[in-house]
């Protein structure tokens, strides 16, 4: 995501009292901040709620952001630290129906990878609330391992043990099921 200097002017712009600035983040970042929520907390309607509460907080806290730092890696930050919080709260996780990983017409296809994907995700969400989040920043969100320090509020070399951790937890249960050798 290549929109730093935009993101600046946007912030910028909201701190002015311009809400189109604020609706232009929303709109940009709506779709990455509730893929991160579904992935961590697997309902789509909790997802959904966690991503409009992340947005409010971002605003109300538009006043504290550095734009030294940037705006995505800020906004993540919020999104995981709201999203385990509510883990938390909340003592239980909920997958969700499956998903497929193809667009793929074939029907048969289309059930084995719906069967992986849901796989996937269940093991996904044995792993601590802590790995399964530097996982699916890394993995999902795509950010670097600066990045996802960043988002996230630990040191690289944090992230890249419990990135390491996680993985290999995840290896192992997936083997398991038989999904990975």
């Avoid at 901040?33 to 909790?46: F, G, N, P, S």
Wanted: aromatic share 8%.
């Amino acid at each position: 995501m290549k929109h730093d200097d935009d993101d600046a002017l946007l912030v910028r712009r909201c701190r002015e009292g311009d809400d189109g600035g604020f609706e232009a983040l929303v709109r940009r970042y709506q779709g990455p901040i509730y893929h991160v929520a579904l992935r961590m907390v697997r309902d789509a309607e909790e997802a959904r709620d966690l991503a409009q509460t992340v947005f409010l907080k971002v605003y109300e806290h538009l006043d504290g952001y550095d734009p030294a730092q940037r705006f995505y890696s800020w906004m993540y930050r919020i999104a995981i630290h709201e999203t385990l919080n509510h883990l938390r709260r909340q003592g239980r996780l909920q997958p969700i129906d499956g998903e497929t990983v193809s667009q793929r017409p074939d029907p048969e296809r289309l059930a084995v990878d719906a069967d992986v994907s849901r796989t996937v995700q269940e093991a996904l969400m044995t792993l601590p609330a802590q790995e399964r989040a530097v996982v699916v920043l890394r993995h999902f969100a795509e950010l670097s391992y600066q990045e996802i320090a960043q988002a996230v509020g630990i040191p690289e070399k944090t992230v890249k043990s419990r990135l390491f951790s996680g993985r290999q937890r995840l290896r192992e249960r997936l083997e398991r099921k038989g999904v990975v050798r």
